[in-house]
């Protein structure tokens, strides 16, 4: 495999397990949230580089590639920590806004802040911390995180000057500084075109000001960059980070990965003034709808002009067509939205709540009067404006509408943006491609479509899209983002051109409907049959009292000597596989001293705190030794050993923190707030099982079987089951993956097997109609198959529910707990039903065509008391 970047040697060192990196604790415990899974990437690739990575330059100069909205600042705040437990102290931030100065310093200082980053008491190893705002570093505090903010022109003149609180050459020289660059692309503007004088003279004074801060230190400053739009097609661009790239998370895959709200179009034949009204019914409806389901949702409105002028005549023209505003034209407008499906879906609303057209009008006057909108198009706005934009989610800021031009293209982190009007016709594109200003709007799209979170029961992922394939759930409506445009379908074309580019909408959408056969409607199963479901519950401390951690007994932990050169992995890998180690260690071996050293570094490790998760507990040593506790703790080290021992006591107490840590998840995950109830309660499957409209995201040119069908005639034969024909597949089509699809031919083989011993078997697709909670943690999980069957031969109506779960190879490790969780449920669940084993429900290990279809067949019979031999 050719490697030519570091992020793609890191990607093949990642993928192929032979680079792993051990996130400590004390970052995930200093950050106000916990890491998304992607960001835990960052970290790690991050952490590799700087200990293990065998080509890493001591002078280390990284950028960050990351969406808009996936949490850059975030990945940031958790460097810095990880720095500061390094010994570093001084931090230099800079970027090219002031408003994003402002921004990242509420961020970052400001603990009542509803997006500080930190946690509220940052602490390492017992030792409080302080994140200070200081003008130089001559007045660092050595125990604290110390920032300088600067713009890169306020970085040069404050370099360069004579002046108040300057940064000098003394300032920097000696001292080990962490130099940090958000919106990263813009250093390169200059970097992509051939140079004036003027722009030479630019890009050496502010650049030079960086790299003379950056090589003050050449043994210890380290220089990292961040931003979500890297121009990666250009060549100089290219060329320049090729060895810096660590991490590249496009907006592509935080889409894919259901991070944002789902972008769409709507073009109206109407006037800018109008396309306003249209727009402020829609928002008014989203409210309502957040409302009824209990959420403190606000939807803003951005109202973007071509110029200042432009933009301050609008608002004018808005806030007195507001004023007087009339019943007729409210009714003008939803005559002449007839073909548009959100606003009619907003004006049936309204009528079914009885809202009358003056109604209306009163509730518009109100949510969007001119105290409720701001307008941001001025460069001496007040540093309250820019918190104002800042803090939209805010349950104590009221404003509704925004008018701008360009200021909110950058820096600007909004959640509850819900509709932008572009109130222009202009566009720019040439030869059929998407011209300046067209890109710029679709990364104003993409910043808009950051996902707002909510959840309506405690089983759904917050922060994730939850209705992709629910298009008809009402909630849907805070999943879309609405670009307002006029009718322009050659613009809108160039648009969905540049979204596509940018990753903000994928090649096409389809959606499919997922039918109950009329057959299975008419069963006594779907009128009155019982499907037995758990659900979550609070862990209370009462629960707790009976419930110790469970201490996990074996670990795995990867050793990199560092003599292994790293072209030996890229230009023989076999060598690498061979020349690789294991060698088993128990815990409690360890040198005592060392041992309770690292013991020492956990709060929650303390004696005291471990007597309240195991009251029999006697001693620290009795602790480390004794079997119920640490004494069989085993830990499996691999790595490249040749002549060098795991043996060095500074390994081994590394070794000891990270086992330490991993132990200490499941004090966590016994702490969590919920868990899942071994009582599984019944409900009636006609009210689970529904038939819904299904909606896909399709790649151009992709082979995945997602969203089609499985009667298409181009199917391959190997996932052909004409489910038409069967009566035992409930649903009309299947729509699912290769793996869901190998499941039902692989089901339908059995068949007969299970009609000499079942009067009715029926296979139904979970399509989010309902969940299970593990018994843990109270983690959800939605089975994608539920088989149900009744007895032929038993008196007593015996009923089998059976959940199963087809899964790719690639995940089957990474969501082995839902499997464990699965094959407990026989055991652990208790059914609330008057009649004694009428029921039994059974959860089955993953399905998958070729590394468990055997075992999954086994399970299946063996529950069933099947044989088709």
């Known amino acids: 495999m050719a490697t030519n970047t570091l992020n793609e040697k890191l990607n093949f060192l990642f993928e192929e397990n032979y680079a792993d990196a051990v996130i400590p604790h004390f970052i995930k415990d200093n950050l106000h949230h916990t890491p998304r899974p992607y960001q835990e990437e960052a970290f790690k690739r991050f952490i590799y580089y700087l200990t293990d990575y065998k080509k890493r330059k001591q002078h280390a100069h990284l950028l960050f590639q990351m969406a808009t909205g996936s949490g850059k600042t975030m990945v940031m705040a958790g460097v810095i920590i990880y720095?500061?437990?390094?010994?570093?102290?001084?931090?230099?931030?800079?970027?090219?806004?002031?408003?994003?100065?402002?921004?990242?310093?509420?961020?970052?200082?400001n603990p009542q802040s509803s997006k500080y980053l930190f946690s509220q008491n940052i602490e390492i190893e017992g030792k409080k911390i302080n994140v200070r705002e200081v003008d130089n570093f001559e007045s660092s505090n050595p125990d604290d995180i110390n920032i300088i903010f600067s713009t890169v022109a306020g970085l040069h003149s404050r370099f360069n000057t004579t002046m108040e609180n300057r940064i000098s050459n003394e300032d920097i020289i000696d001292k080990e500084i962490v130099l940090i660059s958000d919106e990263a692309h813009h250093i390169n503007a200059l970097t992509k075109k051939k140079l004036n004088k003027g722009e030479i003279k630019d890009l050496k004074s502010w650049e030079n000001t960086v790299n003379c801060i950056f090589n003050a230190n050449k043994n210890k400053n380290l220089m990292f960059e961040f931003t979500a739009t890297l121009e990666l097609s250009h060549e100089a661009v290219s060329k320049k980070y090729a060895d810096k790239i660590i991490f590249d998370y496009p907006l592509k895959q935080f889409r894919e990965n259901g991070y944002s709200k789902e972008v769409k179009t709507l073009q109206s034949d109407l006037k800018p003034i109008d396309r306003a009204i249209q727009a402020i019914i829609l928002s008014q409806y989203r409210m309502k709808i957040a409302n009824k389901n209990g959420l403190n949702i606000k939807p803003v409105i951005l109202m973007k002009s071509k110029t200042v002028k432009e933009s301050e005549s609008f608002e004018k023209e808005f806030?007195?067509?507001?004023?007087?505003?009339?019943?007729?034209?409210?009714?003008?407008?939803?005559?002449?939205?007839?073909?548009?499906?959100?606003?009619?879906?907003?004006?049936?609303?309204?009528?079914?709540?009885?809202?009358?057209?003056?109604?209306?009008?009163?509730?518009?006057?109100?949510?969007?009067?001119e105290e409720k909108c701001i307008s941001i198009n001025s460069k001496n706005d007040s540093l309250e404006k820019q918190i104002i934009i800042n803090t939209l989610e805010e349950k104590d800021n009221e404003f509704r509408v925004i008018f701008a031009v360009d200021k909110l293209n950058e820096g600007w982190d909004v959640l509850n943006l819900y509709d932008i009007i572009r109130l222009y016709e202009t566009k720019d594109s040439k030869n059929n491609k998407p011209g300046k200003s067209t890109v710029s709007e679709a990364q104003l799209i993409g910043r808009g479509a950051r996902y707002c979170p909510f959840k309506t029961n405690e089983?759904?992922?917050?922060?994730k899209r939850k209705f992709d394939k629910d298009a008809e759930n009402e909630l849907k409506i805070l999943e879309e983002l609405h670009y307002h445009a006029s009718y322009n379908p050659r613009y809108i074309h160039e648009l969905n051109i540049a979204l596509k580019e940018t990753g903000i909408i994928g090649d096409y959408t389809i959606e499919k409907k997922l039918k109950l056969k009329d057959f299975f409607k008419q069963t006594d199963i779907y009128k009155y049959g019982i499907i037995f479901l758990n659900k979550r519950i609070k862990n209370t401390s009462a629960t707790k009292e009976f419930r110790s951690p469970k201490i996990i007994k074996q670990h795995k932990y990867n050793f990199y000597t560092g003599l292994v050169k790293e072209t030996s992995v890229f230009g023989n890998e076999?060598?690498?596989?061979?020349?690789?180690?294991?060698?088993?260690y128990t815990l409690k071996k360890f040198d005592r001293q060392l041992l309770k050293k690292a013991i020492n570094q956990f709060n929650k490790l303390q004696f005291s705190e471990i007597k309240k998760w195991f009251p029999f507990v006697k001693s620290i040593d009795d602790f480390i030794e004794n079997e119920k506790y640490l004494g069989e703790v085993k830990v499996t080290v691999e790595g490249v050993f040749y002549k060098a021992e795991f043996a060095a006591q500074k390994q081994k107490y590394e070794l000891a923190k990270y086992v330490l840590s991993e132990i200490l998840k499941g004090f966590k995950a016994t702490e969590e707030q919920y868990i899942g109830t071994k009582v599984f309660e019944p409900h009636q499957i006609k009210k689970i099982f529904k038939e819904k409209t299904l909606r896909f995201q399709i790649r151009k040119g992709g082979k995945s079987e997602v969203g089609k069908s499985i009667l298409r005639s181009d199917i391959p034969n190997d996932l052909s089951t004409r489910i038409d024909k069967k009566d035992w597949h409930s649903y009309t089509d299947n729509f699912g993956t290769s793996e869901e699809k190998y499941l039902v031919k692989f089901i339908d083989s059995q068949m007969k097997a299970l009609q000499e011993k079942y009067s009715e078997i029926h296979l139904l697709r979970n399509e989010s109609f309902f969940q299970l909670i593990n018994f843990d943690d109270g983690k959800a999980l939605e089975p994608d198959y539920l088989l149900y069957l009744k007895d032929k031969n038993t008196e007593n109506k015996l009923f089998y529910q059976l959940f199963i779960e087809p899964k790719g190879e690639q995940l089957i490790e990474k969501d082995k707990w839902k499997e464990d969780f699965l094959q407990s449920i026989e055991k652990k669940a208790k059914l609330n039903w008057t009649i004694e084993n009428q029921y039994k429900v059974i959860g089955l290990p993953f399905y998958n065509e070729k590394i468990q279809k055997s075992l999954f067949g086994d399970k299946l019979k063996e529950n069933l008391n099947i044989d088709n031999e």
Do not use: C, W
């Not at 720095?83 to 961020?107: A, C, H």
């Not at 089983?459 to 922060?463: A, F, L, V």
């Not at 076999?574 to 088993?584: A, F, G, N, T, V």
């Open 319 to 369: 806030h007195n067509t507001l004023r007087n505003i009339t019943p007729l034209t409210i009714k003008n407008i939803r005559q002449r939205s007839k073909n548009n499906i959100a606003i009619n879906k907003s004006f049936k609303y309204f009528d079914n709540l009885n809202i009358t057209t003056q109604n209306l009008i009163d509730e518009l006057k109100e949510s969007f009067s």
């Open 574 to 584: 076999l060598q690498m596989k061979q020349d690789r180690m294991i060698q088993e």
């Open 459 to 463: 089983n759904q992922e917050k922060y």
């Open 83 to 109: 720095l500061y437990d390094r010994g570093y102290r001084n931090f230099l931030f800079f970027v090219n806004s002031t408003s994003i100065i402002n921004k990242t310093k509420e961020n970052f200082l």
